[in-house]
């Protein structure tokens, strides 16, 4: 995890003096720009980096809900024999070039992410030896600007759970921290379900039962648990998750026009040309079955009188 920390370090603080530089020193509304904007710039960057991770995860969302037709069929071919079923849907899934753990992949990729970050804010205390400052690249200087840097008065090394001590070694206000916190993880719990909902209604419920299951908890376990959690994460840490949750909206309804999901369910090209299409004669209708009347047309008995 050290590599992670520098890492994260580095891009923070190559923010924060970019920022700074262009800004200098001046705070506006009880903010240290600088520093928030490197937080907020520090998602840009990972997210720039993860993009074309996003865009190999919704193609393989599409390829998976093309397939559905063909994972029921299969489902209900060998609903007695489990290992077959896996078997052929491990094959289906090779053959068709379709990943559906692929959709868990930049999650699994931003948490060592967010785990760094909120490591790093944590280290963040006035009282810190002065040996323990400078590590993960970090300056005496540095150190002691961040520690001491604010939002909205509220340093972003504070958590709405933050103890009287705590508090009275950043220099804050007890209730303009929470005030400020319980804001941000408000925010945070309503961008995260929004980005959810809108990538599922956009991408339309899952059939596969598993599947569906998945997203009922994206919908609303992580959300509900986020307002726990989010008692407990620094500010900065929440600054963090909600610029990803907005860059997440913009994201998605972009890759969502670009890349729309099937209409109706519609299956893959193969499973539709596999589909036999209804044989019909020539007035248009099955064969089998009567022609439909012409509209206009009289009705004519079937028997004929004998001429006399």
């Known amino acids: 995890m050290s590599v992670i920390y520098h890492a994260i370090s580095a ?34 960057t990972v997210r720039v980096v993860l993009f074309p991770v996003f865009v190999r995860q919704i193609r393989s969302q599409r390829a998976v809900q093309a397939l559905q037709p063909r994972i029921a069929e299969l489902r209900t071919r060998h609903r007695d024999d489990r290992e077959t079923l896996q078997r052929e849907l491990v094959e289906l899934y090779r053959a068709e070039k379709a990943n559906p753990l692929m959709g868990f992949l930049p999650m699994v990729v931003q948490i060592p992410v967010f785990l760094g970050l909120l490591h790093v804010l944590r280290h963040l205390k006035p009282t810190m030896p002065e040996q323990l400052k400078t590590l993960y690249g970090w300056t005496v200087t540095q ?30 206000d007890g209730a303009t921290v929470r005030t400020v916190a319980a804001v941000l993880v408000a925010t945070m719990v309503v961008t995260t379900y929004l980005s959810s909902r ?17 997203q009922r908890l994206m919908l609303y376990g992580i959300p509900a648990s986020l307002l726990v959690s ?5 500010i900065g840490v929440i600054i963090y998750w909600v610029t990803t949750n907005l ?4 994201q998605q309804t972009w890759m969502l026009r670009r890349y729309p999901p099937p209409v109706n369910g519609a299956s893959s090209p193969e499973a539709r040309a ?24 009289k009705p004519t008995n079937r028997r004929r009188r004998r001429a006399t």
């Open 143 to 172: 150190f002691d600007s961040a520690s001491s840097a604010t939002l909205f008065g509220a340093p972003i090394a504070g958590t709405f759970g933050s103890t009287g001590r705590d508090l009275a070694l950043l220099g804050a």
């Open 230 to 234: 989010g008692l407990i994460f620094p």
């Open 274 to 297: 596999d589909t036999p299409k209804a044989v019909t004669n020539g007035n248009g209708d099955e064969p089998g079955r009567p022609a439909a009347p012409k509209v206009g047309a």
């Open 198 to 214: 809108q990538l599922i209604l956009r991408s339309g419920w899952a059939t596969d039962p598993p599947q569906r299951l998945v």
């Open 11 to 44: 891009i923070l603080l190559f923010w924060h003096s970019a920022w700074q530089r262009l800004l200098g020193d001046a705070s506006a509304l009880g903010t240290d720009w600088s520093w928030v904007l490197g937080i907020v710039f520090l998602v840009l």
């Open 247 to 250: 860059f997440s909206l913009g």
